[in-house]
């Protein structure tokens, strides 16, 4: 018997579309100057620094009037598009300032391909989005509005000149900014030329320009031409990429304005016009977009966003490595339909668990100390299903997948009662330790297993039985036991077939027969407990999702 299960502890086949991304983190700059960069970073700095920094000055103090006279007593204060001499005052004046102020810092701007005008895109989408430095592309397209923050408004000086561009505001207060933000963008992009070109970085975050992560569909939902713009930093030493791991905001400033010179590429890519497909589904021209300028750039793509980096994180608050929060939320999202702060709270547990491992990873171990159960052959067989690159432990991203695969699907009611029924044999109402015991060491084909400190774990009144709602309540908590559970009811399907084909009779256990023909009938349902019930979405072929997930 144990010899016809034994296939099954083999690695198992994957979704592909479930592997893992090609690029783990995008978020980080692991790149640290060597002594000979800070040596020369150094002496120059001794010069150049000083020197930069008051023509910068100079320059922010020039663009500061500059802002201020074109929106003084400006007509609609953001509401209204500038018109006449304030809209030419910013696109000409600004425009010429920046420029300038780059070339103080030793940039040196190579410009591919032509700027499409207003009536050929409303909207520029830009990436990849690495760095603040990356706003030499205002100065190239005319000083076109962007999408900011609210409260940039009111900084000094710097506030002046975000309000002369006309951005597009967000409030992180506000419940419907990402709609209301939206709504704008498609008004003025569809404003037939009243407003000015829109830039968007549809990444919505710095990343490492490794890869292209998930564009944003706010730049894709009116349905207008855009045209795709390219970045690049074609530097020996990398002193402008800020990202949520690397060097600060002062740090790379400083840094920049220390060297000689700084290259920089910016390639404008032909207008992409939407097809009527596209038109109809802002993600398709979002993803359509993206894969054009990753062709470009000679980039994979990935489906990290904003989100990976919150959950990035609160993986560093709860003392785990930072990068193992990254599970490519929108992909795990849209397949597997989480929100946000169900993955959130799924962190905490798998911390708990990894807590005493290296690396942020559970090994099986820690994954047998976290359920309370020996390691066994199905116990192992439950880490491999986990485990979906076979490398011999459980990172968040698997933690997730495996939790709402093989876990999550049967959570319900229904399927929680069919799975108390099989633990309780004389039907009471209520599970005896025996009965638990039973059951487990079944499951886990360990007869001389203690489960005494698991069941007074559940046993949450101290009664010595476990009540339904009991029982429900740790199941809910703990959906980690569920492929154990279904491992014992696939052994009983498994037994009843070579049974049968025999005409010889079930077994017996410690405590009587083994109600398996109440579970394992041909015409009645086979009670799933917690992994994909029968007639879900998740199991509806003979053969369990957590073979083909």
């Not at 004046?93 to 409303?122: D, I």
């Not at 597009?168 to 419907?176: L, M, T």
């Not at 976290?370 to 485990?387: A, N, T």
Request: aromatic letters at 8%.
């Amino acid at each position: 018997m144990a010899a016809a299960m034994a296939p099954r502890v083999l690695p198992l086949p994957r979704q592909h579309s479930f592997n893992p991304p090609t690029v783990l983190n995008p978020f980080v700059h692991p790149g640290r100057l060597s002594a000979g960069d800070k040596l020369r970073t150094v002496l120059q700095g001794i010069i150049l620094l000083p020197l930069r920094v008051i023509c910068i000055a100079c320059i922010l103090l020039l663009a500061w009037l500059s802002a201020a006279i074109a929106t003084f007593c400006q007509p609609g204060r953001g509401f209204l598009p500038l018109e006449g001499w304030r809209r030419r005052m910013i696109q000409t004046t600004l425009s010429s300032l920046t420029r300038t102020a780059y070339f103080v810092m030793g940039f040196q701007v190579k410009v591919k391909g032509k700027v499409a005008s207003l009536p050929e895109a409303p909207i520029f989408v830009a990436a990849p989005h690495s760095s603040f430095f990356d706003a030499i592309i205002c100065a190239l397209t005319g000083m076109p509005s962007i999408v900011s923050r609210a409260e940039n408004l009111s900084t000094p000086v710097f506030g002046t000149i975000l309000r002369s561009l006309q951005p597009v505001a967000v409030s992180r207060q506000d419940p419907d900014s990402r709609k209301n933000t939206v709504a704008e963008i498609t008004r003025r992009a569809l404003s037939r030329g009243q407003w000015p070109q829109i830039l968007i970085f549809p990444e919505g975050t710095c990343t490492n320009r490794s890869c292209l992560i998930t564009f944003k569909q706010g730049a894709f939902v009116p349905r207008v031409p855009v045209q795709p713009v390219l970045l690049r930093y074609p530097n020996k030493l990398d002193t402008v990429t800020w990202t949520w791991q690397g060097y600060s905001f002062k740090e790379l400033c400083i840094m920049t304005l220390c060297q000689i010179f700084t290259r920089l590429e910016v390639e404008f890519l032909p207008v992409h016009v939407p097809t009527e497909e596209e038109k109809n589904d802002p993600i398709l021209f979002a993803n359509r977009v993206r894969q054009t300028m990753a062709n470009a750039l000679n980039l994979p793509i990935t489906d990290h966003t904003f989100e990976d980096c919150r959950l990035m994180i609160s993986a560093g608050q709860l003392t785990l490595p930072m990068e193992a929060g990254l599970v490519e939320f929108t992909k795990i999202s849209r397949k597997l339909n989480l929100k946000w702060n169900h993955v959130r709270e799924q962190l905490d547990t798998f911390a708990a668990i990894a807590s005493a491992s290296k690396g942020g990873r559970i090994g099986i171990e820690e994954f047998a100390e976290y359920l309370k159960l020996p390691i066994s052959d199905v116990l192992k067989e439950l880490f491999l299903l986990f485990d979906r690159n076979g490398d011999g432990t459980i990172d968040f991203r698997e933690y997730v997948i495996g939790l709402s695969i093989l876990c999550n699907p049967a959570n319900t009611e229904e399927t929680i009662r069919m799975a108390f029924k099989l633990f309780d044999m004389d039907e009471d109402g209520t599970i005896t330790e025996d009965e638990f015991a039973s059951i487990i060491q079944s499951a886990l084909r360990l007869p001389d297993l203690d489960v005494s400190v698991l069941f007074k774990e559940i046993d949450a009144d101290e009664t010595g039985k476990l009540s339904y709602e009991e029982f429900k309540n740790f199941a809910l908590k703990h959906p980690e036991y569920a492929s154990l559970f279904t491992t014992y009811i696939d052994l009983q399907r498994h037994q009843l077939g070579m049974f049968e084909e025999h005409d010889t009779e079930p077994p017996k256990g410690k405590h009587g027969p083994v109600r398996s023909t109440a579970l394992v009938s041909e015409t009645t349902p086979l009670a799933r407990n917690k992994v994909c019930p029968e007639g879900s979405e998740e199991d509806s072929s003979s053969t369990s999702d957590k073979k083909d997930d």
